[in-house]
Each structure stands twice: as C-alpha cells, then as structure tokens.
C-alpha cells in the first residue's frame, strides 16, 4: 500500500520568513495530493491540493509543488503569520478512491512573532 | 449549511466494552470516511461508506466496524476495546458524485479513552 513520509515533524520560523514542508510517496499510481491543517483542538482543514498532471499550484501565500519522477511534493508557506501555526498534513490518494487518504505523520509549525 | 456533526464529543470506556460513535454528514454528502488519530501513528484510514455501502476499508482488525444509514449518518463500532484504541475518531464527509473533487469535511471528532 500507500506510504507517505513528511519532514520535518517540527519547523519554527520567524514571523515573515518562508516555511517549506516536504512529503514522499512510494505508490507511483498517487495521483492526488492534498494537504489539511489542523490547528489546536480544531479538525483538518483542505488549505490546497494538487493532482498528478500539474506540477505546481499557489494560493496566495501558500504553494504546493509537485515532482512525480521523485515521488515528492512540498508545501511553501510565504510571509508566514502567528495564525499559520498549527499541524500540516501532507496526503495522498488516487483522485477515485480520493477519501482514502494515506497521511503524512505530520508537521508542527511555528511562527514566532 | 451545518457542517459534519459527531456524537459523542468524549467518552471514557474500559477495557473489553463496546463503543459506537455516531456521525452526521453535511448535507447532501453521501460518502463518508472514518480516521483514526493518535499521537504516534498520526491519522489512519478506517473505512469509507457510499450509499449505505463499505466502498473501501484500511488496514484495522476486524473489532472495527460501521455502517451508514440512508441518511447517510454513519456509526462505527469497536468492539473488545483495548488500551490502544484510544484515540481522537474523525469523521468526514464528501460532495456527492464527485470522484475529481477530493476535499474532505472534518468533523470535530470523537476522544474516546480506554481504561
């Protein structure tokens, strides 16, 4: 089956600076992959995703890119604020079978003001 | 538009009882998936129901069960708990008829402790 593995499991930036997380997959048939935030005692949250035939995708501060013949995908968070900390997921499906996601084991940002 | 609703919020079970956890989708969704989150095995895929049916399910004994309702309220069950089975549970809920449209609509979760 699936394995995703996602690094670093804790990242501290300074209010401002760039943050970058980082996931491989192993299952070369993955076609979808998004990530969710979970902040404090709140449920995950979609914050963007990416499907296997574009390699890159940017949502105001927050991009995800895409390399299939390495098998890995990263999240760049830009100018990042206090209200940015929390756990970052990375995950990964095929687009048909989308709900069953294999899960990173997760990043704990923090942005230090 | 209420969003995905679990019951109970928390619960405190011992060792060999039974639970079952109880999610309502949003409305209009008709999959609905279950996780399981722990501090050190992060979040793992239960099972995932369509219409009343098991469409696929993870890599988790056979003491964990559901069942979806043609609401599409779902319920898991874990029978024989054991220490290990604490965890927060996850529901989450689907749009309907999209196979592209991949985003997941988390509940808030059910915290179940086994003593």
């Known amino acids: 089956g699936e394995n995703v593995e996602q690094h670093p499991s804790t990242l501290s930036v300074q209010e401002g600076d760039s943050a970058v997380i980082k996931c491989t997959y192993s299952d070369s048939a993955s076609n979808y992959f998004p990530w969710y935030k979970q902040e404090l005692g709140k449920r995950p949250q979609l914050i963007i995703d990416?499907?296997?035939?574009?390699g890159e995708k940017k949502d105001q501060r927050i991009a995800v890119t895409l390399n299939k013949t390495a098998k890995h995908f990263s999240l760049h968070i830009t100018e990042t604020q206090p209200e940015d900390s929390a756990v970052y997921f990375c995950?990964?499906?095929?687009?048909?079978?989308?709900?069953?996601?294999?899960f990173g084991s997760g990043t704990q940002l923090t942005v230090l003001p | 538009k209420a969003g995905v609703t679990q019951t109970p919020r928390y619960l405190i079970k011992t060792r060999g009882q039974q639970v079952t956890l109880s999610c309502s989708p949003i409305s209009g969704h008709r999959s609905v998936s279950w996780y399981q989150q722990t501090p050190g095995q992060g979040l793992q895929f239960l099972f995932e129901y369509f219409s009343e049916t098991q469409r696929n399910k993870g890599n988790f004994p056979g003491r964990f069960s559901g069942r979806q309702f043609s609401n599409s309220r779902s319920e898991m069950n874990v029978s024989t708990l054991e220490l290990g089975d604490s965890a927060l549970y996850l529901c989450?809920?689907?749009?309907?008829?999209?196979?592209?449209?991949?985003?997941?609509?988390f509940g808030e979760g059910s915290r179940l402790t086994v003593l």
């Open positions: 990416i499907r296997s035939n574009v």
């Open positions: 995950a990964a499906s095929l687009i048909g079978s989308a709900r069953q996601l294999t």
């Open positions: 989450a809920s689907n749009a309907p008829g999209t196979t592209n449209t991949g985003e997941l609509f």
